[in-house]
């Protein structure tokens, strides 16, 4: 029987589209393996002291490492775990000096593409990892067709050897929205324009607010949903001391299910993306989306999405305010936006990951 690890680093990190990616993934394999006709044995291995999730079908075990730090435990304790079995890696990094063969996703290649949005040695280090694990790796995923070329060119491979698993957006069925953690000042009765992302600099925040201070709307409020890492991305863009900006920060999945609910629109105006998980959140969810015309979300959201150009704040400005204006125009990008999120889902995406591990035996 093949022994089949996986890297539950994740699951000791805080939550952002690469976590969600791979806790969703994780849920997905789990009820497929828990439906039968699995001739490999599966376990997530865990860092010390990190609760266990709930698994039906996947094993948990705990690897001991005697220092906190995540980075140490995944290059040398997981490694040595997962000796005698195929080690399956679903949040961006893994073992540079594995034991056995492993499968690795690799989420995009903005290290390459946009090494400015990074700190040194953050980004060195990542792009050597990568081109390491390219030649190392049995297996490389990634999430969109943009991904593939982009990180075939960066790492010197052919495109070929990259398979395409998608995200999706129906996670969110299984979370009870929940607006009570707000303050109680957080919304007023304003209607409200959602944006979603970390303070990455490539999601484009600066660019926004401007736009949002074009755009000149007392009547309608701005709300910004998203964490920041200074040692990944450096010292975040601060939001706007404007009465018609909120910035909440990062949220819990109840509170953030609430707010798409709620929302007049999602707005994402991102200049790089490997794929738009907000964008199939956000559609999932029955809230309208404008975004970045970057290749990725043009992929992710197909006829589904309003775009615009990412570096004009004045056509940022206009998107809004189409979306403001025009409740015949949410209404439509509303339905076709619950058709295109309806195209993806987490089962497909196990089965294509499943597909990818198959060929590569």
């Known amino acids: 029987m093949e022994l089949l690890f996986i890297n539950g680093k994740f699951c000791a990190q805080r939550m952002t589209g690469v976590q969600r990616y791979a806790w969703s993934l994780l849920a997905a394999l789990d009820a497929r393996l828990a439906g039968g006709g699995s001739k490999a044995s599966w376990t997530l291995l865990l860092p010390p002291l990190v609760a266990a999730p709930q698994l039906r079908a996947i094993a948990v075990r705990r690897v001991p490492w005697r220092w906190p730090s995540l980075h140490g435990w995944e290059q040398w304790a997981l490694p040595r775990a997962a000796r005698g079995g195929r080690l399956v890696n679903l949040a961006g990094s893994a073992p540079a000096w594995p034991v056995g063969p492993q499968v690795c996703v690799m989420h995009d290649a903005a290290l390459f593409d946009q090494p400015q949005a990074y700190t040194t040695v953050f980004g060195a280090w990542y792009r050597w990892l990568f081109r390491r694990l390219a030649r190392c790796s049995t297996t490389l995923v990634t999430v969109s067709t943009f991904s593939r070329e982009r990180l075939a060119l960066a790492l010197g491979v052919p495109q070929e050897r990259l398979a395409v698993v998608p995200g999706a957006g129906e996670h969110l069925d299984r979370v009870q929205a929940d ?183």
């Open 179 to 361: 607006a009570s953690k707000l303050m109680p000042d957080a919304l007023d009765s304003r209607p409200f324009v959602l944006a979603v992302g970390s303070r990455n600099p490539t999601k484009n925040l600066s660019r926004l607010l401007e736009a949002w201070r074009l755009l000149n709307r007392s009547d309608v409020r701005l709300v910004l949903v998203g964490g920041a890492n200074a040692r990944v991305f450096g010292q975040p863009v601060a939001a706007a001391a404007a009465s018609s900006v909120t910035d909440l920060g990062a949220v819990d999945d109840p509170t953030l299910k609430a707010l798409y609910q709620r929302a007049l629109a999602l707005v994402f105006p991102s200049v790089y993306e490997g794929f738009g998980l907000p964008l199939l959140e956000a559609m999932h969810c029955g809230c309208p989306v404008a975004a970045s015309a970057a290749p990725a979300l043009c992929e992710c959201g197909g006829d589904a999405a309003l775009y615009f150009d990412p570096l004009s704040p004045q056509a940022i400005a206009q998107a809004l305010r189409c979306l403001i204006e025009q409740p015949a125009l949410r209404d439509d990008l509303r339905a076709r936006g619950h058709t295109r999120a309806a195209q993806f889902g987490w089962d497909a995406s196990a089965g294509a990951l499943l597909a990818a591990m198959e060929r590569a035996q």
